[in-house]
């Protein structure tokens, strides 16, 4: 995926799956590490670290001085979406940004902060900030809980070729029951956000993997998640789902769900073409 990102290609991961699954575990790690700007020059080969933390490693490891793809650029961005709101991650003070759509760029998120990368250090600390100011509750079901979807964009840029990649690294916040999680108040009213948005995912990649309901009008306007994602499912990017599963006998149910989920995700057929400058 990262070398396609490097060649041009806008390229999705996204992790999916209910609360306390191990969405943000995959994505960015465990807690217990800090990645901070000094983690950087910590090896990431060993140890439980999250796809992101080794996408970035890897990728300034394939644009470094002397390297094929040493005239590649690297910015980054970070967004959630909180209550159906987007804010930017890295600029707390910048909520509820509008989501606009370009027939070259495809669906963008207007004045969201791109910050430039020299180094894997720089990236770190990107990350590193962002996770920061995610919106995280303790529930029942997980004392670590992502109230909101987190997205953060690699924009690469070759000099040399004029080819513009996107790598866009998703943490979906988790479906959950109610009644399992106890959330109550606030919690409870951003549970229905997250398991509105989650369900016109659900629909989206319902209509996509069903070749009749294909031709017809796919939803992707009914959230600010699937609009987002709309090059990602079915368009012209990348794409690549990890579907997160509890292995507690209690969430059998919802094991099912999500690999009934999967199984439909995979039927998606994306027309993935270069982006040229
Ligand atoms: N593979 C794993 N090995 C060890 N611990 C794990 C693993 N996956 C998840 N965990 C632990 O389980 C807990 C829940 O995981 P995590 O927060 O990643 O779930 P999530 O799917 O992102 O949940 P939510 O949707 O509520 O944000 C965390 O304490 C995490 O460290």
């Known amino acids: 995926m990262l070398m396609d990102a490097l060649s041009g290609y806008s390229v999705t991961i996204f992790a999916y799956g209910q609360t306390g699954s ?12 800090d990645y901070g700007r000094e983690a950087a020059a910590a090896s990431l080969d060993d140890g439980p670290h ?6 970035l490693s890897d990728l300034f490891e394939l644009t470094a001085h002397g390297r094929e793809h040493a005239g590649v650029t690297v910015s980054a961005s970070y967004l959630e979406i909180y209550n159906e709101q987007l804010n930017d991650l890295l600029n707390p003070a910048s909520v509820n940004l509008q989501l606009r759509h370009e027939a070259r760029l495809g669906p963008f998120v207007q004045n969201l ?10 990236a770190m600390a990107v990350l ?7 919106k995280v509750s303790s529930h029942q079901l997980n004392k670590d809980s992502s109230r909101s979807h987190c997205l953060m964009t690699l ?22 029951r109610l009644k399992d999680s106890c959330s109550e108040g606030a919690m409870a009213s951003e549970t229905g956000h997250i398991n509105r948005s989650l369900f016109a995912l659900g629909n989206v990649i319902s209509s996509l993997s069903d070749a009749r309901r294909r031709q017809g009008h796919i939803p992707y ?8 994602l709309m090059d990602s499912l079915g368009g012209d990017g990348r794409t690549l789902m990890l579907a997160c599963v509890s292995p507690s006998l209690h969430m059998l149910e919802e094991t099912a769900n999500t690999l009934l989920f999967a199984s439909r995700a995979k039927n998606i057929q994306n027309r993935p073409t270069v982006q040229v400058d």
């Not at 999250?50 to 996408?55: D, F, N």
């Not at 902060?113 to 020299?118: A, D, R, T």
């Not at 590193?128 to 995610?134: D, F, I, V």
């Not at 000099?159 to 916040?173: E, F, H, K, P, Q």
């Open 22 to 33: 191990g969405k943000t575990f995959t994505m960015t790690g465990p807690d217990s590490i």
């Open 50 to 55: 999250g796809l992101i933390p080794r996408v």
């Open 113 to 122: 902060l791109q910050v430039e990368c020299e180094s894997l250090g720089d």
């Open 128 to 134: 590193a900030e962002g996770t920061r100011n995610r």
């Open 155 to 176: 924009h690469l840029k070759d000099a040399n070729t004029g080819c513009t990649g996107r790598i866009s690294l998703v943490d979906l916040a988790g479906s959950e």
């Open 221 to 228: 306007r009914d959230s600010k998640l699937t609009k987002l």
